[in-house]
């Protein structure tokens, strides 16, 4: 947690107010046993009215009082926590977002889902009691104590007895537990990560018959949490018993010698009842503590997790300095480049001495088979990873000397993956250029061919698209992202495989349209069709490049770029 408390310092005078008053209630808790006892010993035992309304009205006034400050001390504790939590989340998405696609793939989308959500909200709930109790219990515990050694000496044994056990017990029950809390938030990112594969997938599913084998999954991965569930429950289900065991038997001390005490004159009646009050408030106070200590306890894996977040280094990073403007011939050049992602077991390269250039205005077409690194390659110039060697130079500039933000204003790319967010599609449409205007939006509407439905649409720019655009087909959703993509009139605009949903004559109109851009291109594509006339086709297989030049002369030259042609063409 004392990493965290650094968020605790904006609002100081909740966490001062809260405790403070938890403090004042739990003096006037100490006192009532006290004011009891007199009305017993003074009032009862002389039958003085007077004496009994007095200390009455007294019990009265200090529970009135007591009422006060803990609804105060809640209100004060509740904002704070709530707060702090906000904070907390806010930070966390913060760094979420600035984090790599190297970062990102280390956690999981579904992971980080589960951070935000169920471990803040359990940190929440832990700042909460922290601040309403951290002062309570361990006042209670003491002061009971002291009063109770106050009231007779021997008794206060029992008490010198009783907690240093319980202490005992609930240190077993930590170090028996906290493993425990630290796999079960694993394995529930296990559950996220089942049932969004599920949700997301639900369609090819159902398509092939696959609910039970998916329900069966889906079992196992809770069945693993259960049994850790279970296996925590047995350890947690002893330790209230145990408690109580301990408290009654003090109990019984008690009253058994409280009794002979009072039978030789060494204690009155009151102070059996002073006692015995003492034991409760103690009781309890074990109690509150023992539950604390199991909070805590669940809360040290969330903030573990909380805390790999806040911690995280993003891989790539704005330069410190500026560079100054270089001369250039070449918009984008990849010199002896080699990647490889941070998950793969081996050290083999996935992009191997990678070498060409981008010329302004030029089109550059890449093809190649799954998995032969096509999409790398275009992550690579957007700069989502960086290159394990070589560089790659933006307009003479290393990309890395870039600020990020105006190195993605400059270059644009249409993900293999179309995605559109839930709102309007003007708001979908203003992602790149939150201030494009109408006009620019239907231009890049009508480049993209994507218009031609759009202006059929009721509400045309203000129609609402559903969360993952549901509500359009693919070949709409692959337009829509390619016009999202030309707003703002990038100087590289980047397709990666994101005509494969439109058909041979939309596909067609759409790269007429883009050649007429005053920018350069790069056309990632499964389709020969789609690249032919490129003023450079790259054809990668593995990693490598086996074939850079003209469509002629890949088809005379470039045995793979060949067999891939042909095999489409015929």
Same mark, same amino acid.
């Given at each position: ?92 998405? #913060? ?23 169920? %471990? ?49 017990? @609930?240190?077993?029950? @930590?170090?028996?537990? %906290? ?22 997938? +639900? ?25 850790? *569930? ?71 894996? *969330? ?19 500026? +560079? ?21 077991? %081996? ?40 290159? +394990? ?34 709102? *309007? ?32 649409? #009721? ?43 439109? %058909? ?9 349209? @883009? ?15 789609? @690249? ?39």
């Amino acid at each position: 947690m004392k990493n965290l408390f650094r968020y605790f310092k904006k609002y100081k005078w909740y966490i001062f107010i809260g405790p403070f008053l938890k403090l004042l209630e739990s003096m006037l808790e100490l006192c009532n046993p006290i004011f009891v006892a007199k009305i017993v010993d003074e009032g009862i035992a002389t039958r003085d009215t007077q004496f009994i309304l007095k200390y009455g009205i007294i019990i009265i006034i200090s529970n009135i009082l007591m009422f006060c400050f803990n609804v105060i001390s809640q209100k004060c504790t509740a904002i704070a926590s709530v707060r702090v939590a906000k904070d907390i989340r806010y930070d966390s998405f #913060k760094k979420i977002s600035e984090m790599s696609h190297a970062e990102l793939d280390k956690f999981g989308s579904s992971s980080l889902v589960n951070r935000l959500v169920n %471990d803040i909200n359990q940190i929440e709930n832990a700042i909460s009691i922290f601040l309403r109790l951290m002062i309570r219990v361990p006042f209670l515990l003491i002061g009971a104590f002291i009063l109770s050694l106050s009231i007779n000496v021997m008794m206060s044994f029992v008490f010198l007895v009783l907690i240093p056990i319980i202490l005992i017990v @609930i240190i077993v029950y @930590i170090k028996k537990t %906290d493993p425990y809390f630290k796999v079960m938030r694993t394995k529930l990112d296990n559950i996220s990560r089942v049932t969004k594969e599920n949700l997301a997938g +639900t369609r090819v599913i159902r398509a092939f018959n696959k609910q039970e084998a998916e329900q069966e999954r889906f079992e196992k991965v809770t069945d693993g949490y259960t049994n850790t *569930s279970i296996k925590l429950s047995k350890i947690t289900s002893l330790l209230n018993p145990l408690i109580f065991l301990l408290v009654d038997i003090a109990t019984i001390a008690i009253l058994a010698i409280g009794g002979w005490q009072v039978n030789i004159g060494g204690m009155t009646q009151g102070d059996i009842i002073a006692l015995i009050d003492y034991v409760t408030i103690i009781t309890l106070s074990l109690l509150i503590l023992s539950q604390i200590i199991v909070l805590f306890v669940r809360t040290n894996a *969330s903030v573990v997790r909380i805390n790999e977040i806040l911690t995280t280094q993003p891989s790539i990073k704005n330069p410190d300095k500026k +560079t100054p403007a270089k001369k250039y011939d070449a918009l984008m050049e990849f010199e002896n480049v080699c990647f490889n992602y941070s998950f793969t077991p %081996d050290e083999k390269s996935f992009i191997k001495d990678l070498s060409f250039k981008i010329m302004p205005n030029q089109t550059i077409g890449i093809i190649g088979g799954t998995g032969s690194g096509k999409s790398t390659l275009a992550h690579l110039m957007t700069r989502f990873y960086d290159v +394990t060697s070589g560089e790659i130079k933006f307009k003479g500039k290393n990309v890395k000397d870039y600020d990020i933000k105006n190195l993605r204003q400059m270059i644009s790319i249409v993900q293999q993956r179309s995605t559109l967010f839930s709102g *309007s599609l003007r708001e979908n449409m203003q992602i790149r250029k939150s201030n494009a205007t109408d006009e620019e939006i239907i231009e890049a509407l009508k480049i993209s061919q994507a218009w031609s439905f759009v202006s059929e649409w #009721k509400n045309g720019l203000d129609y609402q698209i559903m969360a993952g655009g549901k509500n359009v087909s693919g070949g709409q959703m692959q337009r829509l992202t390619i016009a999202r993509a030309i707003i703002g009139n990038p100087e590289l605009l980047i397709f990666d495989d994101s005509s494969s949903a439109l %058909d041979f004559l939309t596909e067609s109109k759409l790269m007429k349209e @883009i050649k007429k851009m005053d920018c350069a291109r790069v056309i990632i594509s499964q389709r020969a069709t789609s @690249i032919k006339n490129a003023d450079l086709i790259i054809c990668l297989d593995n990693g490598d490049v086996v074939g850079i030049g003209k469509h002629n002369d890949l088809m005379k030259n470039c045995e793979i770029y060949r067999e891939i042609y042909e095999s489409q063409s015929k």
